[in-house]
């Protein structure tokens, strides 16, 4: 299998080459140069795997680089319970990814965010950490991750990096903006390898520093700087399997659909539903939920993408949503326009001079029916009503984030088609919002007790790339 760019103008790869990378050189995102088609016959017999297991007959459709063996073996290591069942009381320790219908055979929370940063970017994150470690240690070369995050990201890379080797992170986040909870979870890790950096000024100025530093070709190319942002594809990639999870532990046959809801931000974990739906999977509808920051919304209301100013983004209560574009839209676009480069080279040479585009009255929004979306968006006032209503009909706590998406979810329940909303994060995360909707805080798992108690690992810094660049050089 080949990786393609969706611009056109860069060589197709096998997998392990664009693992490490970020876009691809002609600015484009990758993709492979066709989506395995999945046979009746395979989801019959994949309906009993394991995780683990069905991650390996799914991945190694797109993986023919690392032997079959050692690609077993990673993801052995990465889906396990150890990892996953970090789960509060009521969850079966033994699952992964838990099914809690809270409407039997209508409306179910697909439980992701069960790993140790208590986000659904464990998922890919933790499969990422183990992938990368042995592509370092197969090419007996070294990384240095270099990132910038408000919260989710940051800690999910540094908690999947932890200790492995080849590779060090230096972690950027804005000083004095993250949680308690969020600075106690990333700033409580000791591993050598692990730099926490706080940096003054907001998140924008952290992002900025680490383009400015990512934008220094000599230096990037003698500290080997990398990253794990969300348009990895292997992130992407490892998010498919989920979907199929989800939809054998929700159906007794193939025959059935099933609609799956996603709260989305940078439209990573919904393109993996897509991917899996283009497969074959029988996936009736893709329900994508924004927050009050809905470009994509809006796109799949109206055709019309158009990215936002920073001026113009939300700070919201469901934070990890809170985007101006969304940076993996261009792999869906790609499929919309029939896979044609030159359309999406025109396309976001527009994004790019910050102008909108509008495919409303083209070819492509006819095709836009073909791909099952339907669209919603929730606001604050949504959210705490939905978090309040939950824990109300249900008895469950969940997060500003899931309460988005079940929102939307509920808005779009169909008569005979399983709605499964994604659980994108833990309620314990978002105390104070929890507190706003419910008048009392969320559980804690109990291995999380007293983290903000924990001693702290973080060197402040000025937002500067000079001086990033200075204490990348000091940790070699
Ligand atoms: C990252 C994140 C999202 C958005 O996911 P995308 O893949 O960016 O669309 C939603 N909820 C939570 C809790 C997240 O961390």
Known sequence: MRYLSTRGQSPALPFCDILL???APDGGLYLPEAYPRVSRAELDAWRSLSYSDLAFVLLSRYIDDI??????????KTYCAKTYAFVRSGSDATEITPLRWLEKDRLGLLELSNGPTLAFKDMA????????EYVLEGRGETMNILGATSGDTGSAAEYALRSKHNVKVFMLSPCGKMSAFQRAQMYSLTDANIFNIAVTGMFDAAQDVVKAVAGDTGFKARYRIGAVNSINWARVLAQIVYYFKGYFAAT????????FCVPSGNFGNICAGHIARQMGLPIGRLILATNENDVLDEFFRTGVYRPRSAVETHVTSSPSMDISKASNFERFIFDLVDRNPAVVRE??????AGESFDLSGTPYIERLSGFAFVSGKSAHTDRLDTIRRVFADYGVMIDPHTADGLKVAQDHLERDMPV????????????????DALGREPERPPALAGLENLPQKVDVLAADADAIKAYIAQHP
């Open 21 to 23: 990378g970020g876009l």
């Open 67 to 76: 032997p079959a063996d050692d690609l077993r073996a990673l993801l052995d």
């Open 125 to 132: 994150m933790q499969l990422l950490g183990n992938l990368f």
């Open 252 to 259: 007794k046959n193939n025959d059935q659909r099933v609609a």
């Open 347 to 352: 396309l976001w040479a527009k994004v790019e």
């Open 420 to 435: 499964l909303a994604l659980e994108t994060a833990q309620p314990a995360k978002f105390g104070d919002i929890l507190f």
